[in-house]
């Protein structure tokens, strides 16, 4: 299983959607507080780290390992709450390669546009661009 955590002394709206992610794809979720990261990595293979800017969600590493295989570079993200629900979005091709990176079934994650939505009712986020684990960057190409 994967498991879902916060960079150290996160606001309110990272936790918030740290949970959010964490139920759409079907991971715990661990309140951060002291631990350091071998104490996180510790608890299981697979790691995401949420990691945020001014407040806000930014950053979304995945760890398998304890080696970081990819990053999210977010530009905005909504919560559970802010999201007007809709359904019918297509599955993108960015969509089915986070889902088989974060090992979730592809219906868990979802892309419309240059974003991705995680499960029907889970948080969205804006990707402005992927950091592959070599060190590549990949940008989102907006209506992909």
Known sequence: MTLVTTSRKPSP??????????????????????????????????VVIVKERHGNPSLIEVYLNARRRFAIKLRRAMLCRELG??????QGELAEQVARWLGVPASSVRQRGSSLLFSPRGPEVGVEKVILDAGRESEAAPGA
Do not use: H, W
């Open 13 to 46: 709206r990272t936790r918030s959607f740290s949970r959010d992610l964490a139920r759409a794809i079907g991971a715990r979720y661990m309140t951060r507080g002291k631990a350091n990261l071998q104490e996180v990595f510790s608890l299981d293979d697979r």
């Open 85 to 90: 629900y809709s359904y019918g979005y297509s």
